[in-house]
């Protein structure tokens, strides 16, 4: 595939270096003053003469004409002018330096916000270092939770701690909410064992106790790495400390046990949330449940359950029909993915990005580039941004299609718009490579997803070794896995991935909507 490596060289982190701060010239404006026939002269309370008095003194300078007019002095402590005034001039460059200097770090912390913003975890932290370094800047409990939380979510939970660490270590006292963000950050990256650890650290701070949010984030860990034995302890231990599971915290069990398949259990655990008064079902609860069906391709029991929570009385809302757009675009069930968006329309609910990405990713995975494409330019057209899955949907869409000239213009559109290069995007990309069996551009995009510190999931290593199979080059697999041994202890998880489906991530929102 005669993909340039410039195509892949997306520049995400900018020079903010501060420039020398501009001096401002001031001039003096002479004043022309006209002396009174009669000069003010203080004389020295002394028994001496008044010319010993002249003699002692030093002799003080008189003005010229056309300058400030002097006083003549004598020894008196209350009329001394001795000590030395500012000139203001001086204080003119010291006020111009100060606003100069605000003006930086104003820009300066725009900038941190715009990469928080746009989720570029590298180019936040450069600008968040330069900034601790001045010494007028002393960053609050909300910049340190902000950056946790991007750190969590990029999948960088060791930049996490040690961030938390350089917290701890600059004075700022640790809070609930920071303790829980950083155990988050543990918990998106499947490592459950650290996330005790905060655990437990919070247990031992009378200041930082866990709360519900805490442990139904920690739940939700288990139950999707399919621990369930560690579930039921959670829930003793939070009985102990008096805290009462919420929705939030049932409706986490729920999308685990249904991601398990096991229904029977999740039934279960609903039939309780319609008998409770603390945690009952709400829409969260449906868009999970229908969620679950939908991206198991059981439309029947989404569509039963759908109904189901309407009889309720639980209201949709757009992330509901997103869901169902999502489910029948995968199904090529495009009369009732094009119901629901008229329907959305008539209820006045709006379409989002995550409306066009499930459309988008209908299109792409049946390799209709002519519908993909004109799904994209009405995107664009009304406004709508488009984010990492739109950019990973179009590229798989294109490869699927063998139009790989328009996968090289999509990489080069998600620099433009500064998509984040992340796992998932470099997935989309060597999936393209190995459509086009280019194994040698492959192994370049291999080679710079780990230069951007982006780890390879199981999804990476699938790809590339399928490619090396249909090449018959056993040695590459054979390298391959054994990269993937040595990763994780031998498991390679499907790390932190901001192509999913709204569904799977409904409940991540909801439980991580304190921080």
Known sequence: MPMATTAFQVSLSSSFLPSPLPTTTTTTTKMT??????????????????????????????WKVGEYPGLTHTSNPKF???????????IKKKLDRKNNANAWVN?????????????????????????????????????????LVLLGRSGKPGQASQLFDEMLQSGLEPTPELYTTLLAACCRSNLIDKAYEVLEQMK????????????????????????????????DEMAERLITPNTV??????????????????????????????????VWTMNTIIGLFGNAGQIDMMEKWYEKFRNFGIEPETRTFNILIGAYGKKRMYDKMS?????????????????YNNVIEAFSDAGDAKHMEYTFDQMRAEGIKADTKTLCCLIRGFANASLFHKV????????????????SFFNAVIYACSRADDLMEMERVFKRMKDKSCQPDSTTYSVMMDAYRK????????????EMQRMNGGKVSKGYDDVETEANDDVSKEVLVMV
């Open 107 to 147: 820009t300066v912390t725009e900038a941190l916000s715009d990469a928080i913003d746009k989720r570029q975890w590298l180019r936040a932290l450069q600008v968040f270092e330069m900034l601790k370094v001045q010494p007028f800047y002393h960053p609050k409990e909300g910049t340190y939770m902000k950056l």
């Open 249 to 282: 915290t049932q409706n986490t069990v729920l999308s685990g046990y249904g991601k398990a398949g096991k229904y029977e259990e999740m039934e279960k655990i609903l039939s309780k949330m319609l008998e409770s008064t603390t945690s009952e079902p709400d």
């Open 33 to 62: 003053v006209t002396q009174s026939p009669r000069r003010l002269i203080y004389i020295s309370s002394s028994t001496n003469s008044s010319s010993s008095t002249t003699v002692n003194s030093p002799k003080k300078k008189h």
């Open 339 to 355: 119901s629901v968006m008229e329907y959305m329309r008539r209820l006045s609910f709006p379409w989002t990005t995550s409306t």
């Open 471 to 482: 090449e018959g080059m056993s040695d590459k697999v054979y390298d391959l896995e054994q």
């Open 408 to 423: 090289i213009s999509m990489v080069q559109l998600a620099g433009r718009l500064e998509i984040p290069e992340n796992t």
């Open 204 to 235: 031992s701070l009378p200041l930082c106790q866990p709360d519900v949010y805490t442990y139904s984030i920690l739940i939700k860990a288990c139950a999707d790495a399919c621990r369930f034995e560690l579930v039921d302890p959670l829930y």
């Open 80 to 90: 001394s002018t001795n000590k030395k005034r500012t000139p203001i001039k001086n």
